[in-house]
């Protein structure tokens, strides 16, 4: 089962304007992570942010947490063509070694 | 570095057939290993992982099955392919805790 949830689904906005997905989760975690998926390849992982952190910075990505809401946020400032792919958050509900994602955003950035 | 190798890319297969998908994991040691299925434009499903040799955990109750015979090789396998089967395989490896590392994936299709 998905322990995370995305949201917007799906996203389309245009060059130089800021993308944000959301992802809520329905247990405690001791971390949480973004993928980024270009179609038809691995993920690749963006940023991890642990359970006592509530804001961390990447470049042009910021990640919130809000573990009372079970809720998380990515930011992606100045947004590219190149930044169009699926984002996914993971978390680690069931011990570290388990691994669960969500059901993922599909970013479209229209040159 | 480290490095993780997944293959083959492409597997069309009968219904009823046998499948086995290999992933290996070079450059560390003692790994966390795990197997991922995606249909297509959804999310991750967390199919298998492992800790270590002959350890695994199952997350699917399906004809699927996992094992890891060395330290860095990660085999999944079915005795007979069913339709429901089709999809995107991901291998992925991760320190104790920590990120995870993707292959870049194997397009099943039953038919």
């Known amino acids: 089962s998905q322990q995370g949830e995305e949201d917007p689904q799906a996203l389309s906005i245009q060059e130089g304007e800021n993308a944000t997905m959301n992802c809520s989760y329905k247990?405690?975690?001791?971390?949480l992570q973004w993928y980024r998926q270009n179609s038809g390849r691995g993920l690749v992982h963006l940023i991890l942010?642990?359970?006592?952190?509530r804001e961390k910075h990447s470049g042009r990505l910021r990640v919130t947490l809000d573990t009372s809401k079970k809720s998380s946020s990515l930011l992606i400032t100045a947004s590219r063509a190149a930044d169009t792919a699926s984002y996914f958050c993971?978390?680690?509900?069931?011990?570290?070694?388990?691994?669960?994602f969500g059901t993922g955003t599909k970013l479209q950035v229209i040159p | 570095s480290q490095t993780i190798h997944q293959w083959p890319a492409t597997l069309v297969q009968p219904v009823g057939s046998p499948l086995s998908l290999e992933c290996t994991v070079e450059?560390?040691?003692?790994?966390?290993l795990y197997w991922y299925r995606q249909a297509a434009g959804r999310g991750l499903q967390l199919l298998f992982y492992?800790?270590?040799?002959?350890?695994i955990s199952s997350e699917v109750p399906q004809n699927l099955s996992a094992s890891r015979p060395q330290d860095r090789q990660f085999i999944l396998s079915s005795k007979k392919l069913l339709l429901s089967d089709s999809g995107f395989y991901l291998c992925?490896?991760?320190?104790?805790?920590?990120?995870?590392?993707f292959g870049s994936g194997t397009q099943l299709s039953v038919l």
């Open positions: 992925a490896w991760s320190p104790r805790q920590g990120t995870l590392f």
């Open positions: 247990t405690s975690i001791n971390n």
């Open positions: 942010i642990r359970s006592n952190e």
């Open positions: 993971a978390t680690d509900a069931g011990g570290y070694q388990k691994v669960t």
């Open positions: 450059g560390t040691s003692n790994p966390n």
């Open positions: 492992s800790v270590g040799i002959g350890q």
